[in-house]
């Protein structure tokens, strides 16, 4: 059997004790102690969760949104890129950027921030995530209390297109408030004015 196993290509090392789930699942003690886990790892309902290789376009995607949220961010708020959010114990998901409430924001050596810390979420959707971006993440995210939810899919041009999302306490879900090409222009969280097509010339 060994035989047939390396002559398919088959990797016959033993699985990796640390990757296999505890019965309760995965939690945010377990993200942070396991050493050996890949840059960027994330928490979601108990279970760790990997990510592909950025596309240069969700690369740029997200560092025009980041670049434009700074242009014009408050004093008392702060900005963030990949970050990992706590919402709970088997919760831990890493939005793609998060506006926090700058009290939270205690040094340079933080590595996780609480939800209720989370003014904006935003997800950029990518292949390997679609479903976790659209559909639980925000699940998660408006269960937690986050204010503001934007949801980033790639349009025309590989533009980005911004679909803005608050939350609606009564039925703690969120509520499609616009969506985006081209330019997007908000007075909340903050006034925010972004001309998505500068993406072209990134």
């Known amino acids: 059997m060994d035989d047939v196993a390396t002559a398919n290509g088959v990797d016959d090392e033993p699985f990796p004790e640390w990757l296999r789930p505890p019965h ?12 050996d886990l890949p840059s960027h790892t994330q928490l979601v309902d108990g279970a760790l969760v990997f990510r592909a290789r950025q596309s240069a376009y969700h690369s740029l995607a997200n560092s025009l949104l980041v670049e434009g949220l ?7 708020l702060r900005v963030r890129r990949e970050m990992i959010v706590v919402l709970g114990p088997g919760q831990a998901p890493e939005p ?46 408006a269960r937690a209390g986050i204010p503001h939810f934007w949801l ?28 985006h090409e081209g330019r997007l ?17 990134m």
């Open 24 to 35: 309760r699942g995965f939690t945010v003690d377990d993200l942070f102690r396991l050493t």
């Open 152 to 179: 980033v899919e790639e349009g025309t041009g590989r533009r980005p297109v911004v679909h803005v999302h608050r939350l609606d306490p009564g039925a703690g879900a969120y509520a499609l408030t616009g969506v």
């Open 96 to 141: 793609d950027v998060s506006v926090l409430r700058a009290e939270a924001v205690r040094g340079l050596e933080a590595n996780r921030y609480d939800a209720r810390d989370v003014v904006l979420a935003v997800e950029t959707v990518a292949p390997d995530s679609a479903i976790r971006d659209r559909e639980r993440k925000p699940q998660l995210y």
């Open 70 to 76: 700074r242009r014009t961010c408050p004093a008392h």
């Open 185 to 201: 222009t908000l007075t909340e969280p903050f006034g925010i004015d972004i001309d998505l097509t500068a993406i072209d010339r």
